[in-house]
């Protein structure tokens, strides 16, 4: 199906099957919070006041902008005053919630015209498509505003550019919404454990992956189609466009982006310094109404003080196998981690290595799991034996919120006591870079190299 083309697809939807996947897409985490036992007032009452509290605009309510919303609902004093989108639908629907939970939120098609009728605001939280996320940043953060940003900062690296240098010049914070650089099970890993006690040693290898089962397009209800007239309006040339904007590349970065700055953002937080070159193969090999490869394989290449390292990353949206993760190798063990526990949240400790039990004494590692038992192979032609000597060694540290609560209150922090951001724009911007380069070299099939001055602003 091209991009003008007719959405037969769409018509077989109903807004009974619309309704229910948009919710659980945008407001999933609510179910999450109630399995820990708090649902979103139980956990910040929206009728308490105080002294501290803050008014904020949350800009973009589709489902990114949702689980956001749904996040700041859990945390104290956040009065959320005003929302915007474009869609009536997300309008609508945000709206309602809010009033769920006694935020009555005054409601806008334009963030202009919430920029200039709302007074008494601190902060906006920006949720919008990539390529619209440094005009209304910028625009917040000179109307006075501290920012809350989700990633990608932009699709643009000049656009990206003007974002960390409207925070400077307005001296406004900007928070991007790299979310694990607030989850403290990765702080705990990634900081003191790798970083602070050289678990792994010196770290050699790393990779991670984010693969999803294939899907369709996002599709829409056709009460809440969106006129021409207005979809011209605000740069989009169909509802196809609108709904599927990550894939096309005036609006966002495709999968690479989207989901690989997260953990490209690690490789650089775990090595203390962003990639030196890329190498990358991908392409547009299964989806025909994409304009973003659905697939790519990079190899990044990373000059520490101890040395080399290498790590890769692959995004694949034909295969959910193996979920999404991150792993880190060093010579003396490896460290796993993901969002989700299951998939991630151990170290493993390699024979050699110097004892670790004094480390679980401490409180940094849970003890040892039950190894697992010795096995050899009976093949004469490979004649290899493996042998597992030691078990996996948990993590203590968990997270009982939603995965952006902790940012977001490190970013609320930020603007009532100075609390240091933990992922300003100056880092994120690093990130930024990263990806949209790898996109790049996908396209240019060859190594590309980075200049240390390419990731600063």
């Known amino acids: 199906m091209g991009i003008s083309e007719k959405k037969p697809a769409i018509d077989r939807i109903t807004r009974r099957d619309f309704l229910k996947s948009s919710a659980t897409a945008g407001l999933g985490v609510a179910l999450a919070g109630t399995a820990l036992g708090q649902s979103p007032s139980q956990a910040a009452p929206a009728a308490a006041k105080s002294a501290d509290e803050l008014r904020v605009a949350v800009i973009g309510c589709g489902a990114q902008g949702r689980v956001l919303i749904e996040s700041m609902l859990r945390i104290p004093s956040v009065r959320i005053a005003a929302i915007c989108d474009i869609w009536s639908y997300s309008r609508q629907y945000a709206g309602n919630y809010l009033k769920k939970y006694g935020h009555v939120a005054n409601v806008y098609e334009d963030y202009r015209e919430l920029l200039a009728a709302e007074k008494g605001l601190q902060a906006a939280v920006v949720a919008t498509p990539d390529w619209v996320h440094a005009e209304q940043a910028g625009a917040c953060l000179r109307a006075g505003l501290h920012v809350y940003c989700e990633k990608e900062m932009s699709n643009s690296l000049d656009k990206a550019r003007s974002m960390v240098l409207a925070a400077r010049e307005t001296g406004k914070l900007l928070q991007i919404g790299h979310q694990r650089r607030s989850n403290p099970r990765y702080i705990h890993a990634i900081n003191r454990l790798i970083r602070e006690h050289s678990l792994l040693g010196r770290v050699t290898v790393a990779y991670a992956q984010w693969n999803r089962a294939k899907a369709d397009l996002l599709g829409w209800p056709e009460k809440y189609v969106i006129d021409q007239a207005t979809l011209d309006k605000y740069g989009y040339g169909s509802m196809t466009e609108f709904r599927n904007w990550r894939l096309f590349k005036k609006f966002g970065g495709g999968p690479m982006v989207d989901l690989g700055s997260h953990q490209i953002d690690l490789f650089s937080w ?188």
């Open 270 to 457: 775990v090595h203390g310094t962003p990639p030196k070159s890329v190498v990358a193969s991908g392409g547009l090999d299964y989806y025909k109404n994409w304009e973003w490869y659905d697939n790519v394989m990079a190899i990044y290449e990373f000059e520490t003080k101890e040395g080399t390292s290498r790590a890769f990353y692959q995004v694949q949206t034909t295969t959910q196998h193996g979920g999404f993760y991150e792993t880190f190798m060093g010579e003396n063990g490896s460290l796993v981690l993901s969002e989700i526990p299951q998939r991630g949240n151990w170290a493993m400790r390699e024979p050699h290595a110097p004892e670790w039990n004094s480390l679980a004494k401490a409180g940094l590692l849970l003890s040892e799991s039950v190894p697992i038992q010795k096995s050899t192979t009976k093949n004469v032609y490979v004649d290899v034996r493996v042998t597992a000597e030691a078990g996996r060694w948990p993590l203590p540290v968990e997270l009982a919120k939603p995965a952006h609560q902790p940012h977001l209150e490190n970013f609320f922090d930020a603007v009532r006591r100075g609390t240091p951001l933990n992922c300003p724009a100056e880092v994120a911007y690093e990130s930024c870079v990263a990806v949209l380069k790898t996109n790049e070299a996908v396209k240019a099939r060859r190594v590309m190299d980075f200049r240390p001055e390419q990731f600063k602003v």
